[in-house]
């Protein structure tokens, strides 16, 4: 079984005695989900700790579902002589091909905890859905 690269690299970083987190690598990391198909729903769950919900992005197109996040932070002393003054910027994004065509009309979605929840009810099969191709 292959190694994940960023696991390697936070090995190196804890052998080094500084984690993974703290390098600012750890944005780069993809979106940990699930998708649990069901006879007339798929459900994704999405995990993004340290989001908003307007920092969320989802959408569908075709069979696609994209999920976007992106944070940014300002952390500033009060004085105008700064001691310390940091800024980040987060910004993550996962594509995910789904098993079924979906309802886009009946599409849900929560948030909490960090934890998106997408559900996506089934397209009932088309029984026109077939289409005559010409043959030259």
Request: no cysteine.
């Amino acid at each position: 079984m292959q190694r994940n690269p960023f696991d390697e690299i936070e090995d190196l970083f804890d052998r080094m005695g500084r984690s993974f987190e703290d390098s600012g690598l750890a944005r780069f990391q993809d979106i940990s989900l699930d998708v649990v198909e069901s006879d007339d729903v798929i459900e994704v769950v999405a995990d993004l700790p340290g989001f908003e919900k307007d920092d969320l992005d989802v959408s569908v197109r075709g069979r696609q579902l994209s999920i976007a996040a992106e944070h940014e932070t300002s952390a500033e002393a009060e004085e105008e002589n700064y001691v310390r003054r940091e800024r980040s910027h987060r910004s993550v994004s996962r594509s995910v091909t789904l098993p079924a065509e979906i309802e886009r009309e009946a599409v849900s979605a929560t948030y909490r905890n960090g934890v998106l929840t997408i559900t996506l009810p089934k397209a009932e099969p088309d029984a026109d859905d077939s289409q005559s191709i010409d043959i030259e």
